[in-house]
C-alpha cells in the first residue's frame, strides 16, 4: 500500500462489511493456490523458488526501516533502558524521524489512521456493555490509533433477571496499532506526575513513546486499549448500590445522632464534666453503641460491594485485553516489518501470476479486476487490490514486459535470473582498483 492511498482513507469511517486492501491469507496458502492453478508441472518448482526468493528480496528491502525504527525508538521507550551516545539527542528531531519512518511501514502494511476526530472522542466516559470507563487524555501529547481490516460482528449481550440474552452488531477491526506519546512534565497536570511512585501509567518516562498492537478489537473497545484507563460505577451499578444505601441508611441516620449524644453524655460523665453515670444512662449507651457499630458496619459493607464490584470489572476489561494484546513497545515493529513484507510479497507474487497463467492485461483496470475475481473465487473473500502498487513494484523487479501494446510478465526463467542479478548487486563488494583488503 503506498503512503498517498494510506493517507487518502484517513479520513474514511470504517464500515464493515468493505473491501480491505490487505490480503488476509497465509502466504504458503496463497502460494499453494497458485501453484496448483495454471501452471505447467515443470513451471511448479520454478514458481516455489520465485517466491522463496521474492520473500528474501523484500525481508532485505525492509532491513533498513526496521534498524532506524528500533535505532530510534530506544530514546523513547516507556521503560529503557536508554541508549547512551556521544552526542546530545535533539528530542523533536529524533521523534519526527520516528513518526515518519514508522508511518511509511504502516501504509507498505495496509495499516489505516483513525481520523483524529474520532480519537478525540474515546476521552471521557464511556459504556462497554455493562462496563463503563474513563479514558483520562491530559497525560498524552498525542494519540494515534491504526487499524486493519473491518468487519461486523455479533455478539451476545446478558440480560438481567434471566431474560434472553440479546444480539448486539459491533464493528470489529482485524488488526489495532495504538501509538501514544506522554507529555513532558511541565506540560502534564502536576497531580498526574506526583502520584505515588510512578509518575505515569506502568512507570513509563515523561516524553516516552508507548506503541501497543492487539487483534480482533471492537470499535467500543477501542478506549479500554488507552494507558490509565479507568472503571467508574455505570447507573445499573449506582442504582444497584444506591438504593439499598438510601434505603437502609436513612433509620440508621435518624438513630444515630440520639445515639451519638447519648455515648457523648456518657463519656462526659465517666470524665468527671457533668452528672453521674446511672444504670438507665449505661443502658442507653450501650444501645447506642451498638447503633453506631451498625451504622459502621453497614457503611463497611456497602464500600465492599462496590469495591468488588469495581474489581470485578477491572479484571473482565483486563482479561479481555490481555488476550488480544499482541505484542509491545519495540517488539511491534518486528510485527509491522513482517507485515509489510508479507504484503508485498503477496501483491507481487499475485499480479505476476495473473499475467502469467492468464496472459496479459490490456490496462491496470482488467489486471486489478482479474485478481480481485480470483482472490474471490479461490478464498471467498472480498479485496481492494493494489495494482497500481503491484504493478510499480514489478517493474522495479524487471519483471513486466510488452506484448501487443498490453501489460505482460516474462518467463519464469527469466524472472528468476532477473532476481538473481538483482540479489547479486545487492551485496557487491567489487574494490576499486589498487586497493587491497587486509591481511
Not at 123 to 142: C, F, N
Amino acid at each position: 500500500m503506498t503512503a498517498e492511498s494510506h493517507t487518502a482513507e484517513n479520513s474514511r469511517e470504517p464500515s464493515a462489511p468493505a473491501k480491505v486492501h490487505f490480503i488476509p491469507v497465509l502466504r504458503a496458502d496463497l502460494i499453494a493456490a497458485m501453484r496448483d492453478q495454471g501452471l505447467a508441472n515443470d513451471q511448479t518448482s520454478d514458481f516455489q523458488t520465485l517466491a522463496t526468493f521474492l520473500g528474501a528480496y523484500f525481508h532485505h528491502d525492509f532491513y533498513d526501516e526496521l534498524t532506524e525504527l528500533k535505532d530510534t525508538y530506544a530514546w523513547f521507550s516507556p521503560t529503557g533502558p536508554h541508549p547512551v551516545r556521544r552526542e546530545t539527542r535533539d528530542a523533536d528531531t529524533a521523534f519526527g524521524k520516528l513518526v515518519t519512518t514508522f508511518e511509511s511501514v504502516m501504509a507498505r502494511a495496509n495499516f489505516v489512521e483513525l481520523p483524529k476526530e474520532q480519537v478525540e472522542a474515546l476521552g471521557g466516559d464511556h459504556p462497554h456493555l455493562d462496563v463503563k470507563t474513563r479514558t483520562p487524555m491530559e497525560a498524552y501529547e498525542s494519540i494515534r490509533i491504526f487499524y486493519r481490516g473491518c468487519r461486523t460482528q455479533t455478539v451476545k449481550q446478558a440480560a438481567a433477571l434471566g431474560f434472553r440474552a440479546k444480539e448486539t452488531s459491533l464493528d470489529t477491526f482485524d488488526d489495532v496499532i495504538v501509538f501514544v506519546r506522554f507529555k513532558q512534565p511541565t506540560d502534564a497536570p502536576r497531580r498526574r506526575f506526583l502520584r505515588g511512585n510512578n509518575k505515569l501509567p506502568g512507570g513509563a518516562q515523561p516524553g516516552s513513546v508507548m506503541v501497543k498492537s492487539f487483534r480482533n478489537i471492537a470499535r467500543i473497545e477501542l478506549p479500554m486499549l488507552l494507558p490509565d484507563v479507568q472503571i467508574i460505577m455505570s447507573r445499573k451499578d449506582a442504582m444497584l448500590l444506591g438504593g439499598p444505601a438510601v434505603l437502609g441508611g436513612i433509620p440508621i441516620a435518624l438513630n444515630l445522632l440520639p445515639a451519638l449524644s447519648v455515648v457523648l453524655v456518657v463519656i462526659g460523665a465517666y470524665l468527671g464534666f457533668s452528672g453521674e453515670v446511672t444504670q438507665d444512662k449505661l443502658m442507653k449507651a450501650v444501645g447506642a453503641l451498638s447503633v453506631l457499630i451498625g451504622a459502621g458496619a453497614f457503611m463497611w459493607r456497602q464500600f465492599s460491594n462496590y469495591s468488588y464490584r469495581k474489581l470485578k470489572y477491572q479484571k473482565r476489561v483486563a482479561d479481555n485485553i490481555y488476550f488480544k494484546n499482541i505484542t509491545n513497545d519495540a517488539g511491534v515493529f518486528e510485527t509491522l516489518i513482517n507485515a509489510a513484507e508479507d504484503q508485498e510479497v503477496k501483491e507481487v507474487i499475485l499480479a505476476y501470476h495473473s499475467l502469467l497463467t492468464a496472459g496479459p492485461a490490456a490496462h491496470a483496470g482488467e489486471l486489478d479486476r482479474r485478481i480481485e475475481n480470483w482472490v474471490k473465487a479461490t478464498f471467498q473473500i472480498d479485496v481492494d487490490f493494489e495494482v497500481g502498487d503491484a504493478l510499480s513494484k514489478l517493474e522495479g523487479l524487471g519483471f513486466l514486459t510488452q506484448k501487443d501494446g498490453k501489460i505482460a510478465a516474462v518467463t519464469l526463467p527469466e524472472a528468476l535470473s532477473r532476481l538473481d542479478t538483482l540479489w547479486d548487486r545487492l551485496y557487491d563488494f567489487t574494490r576499486a582498483p589498487g586497493v587491497h583488503a587486509a591481511a
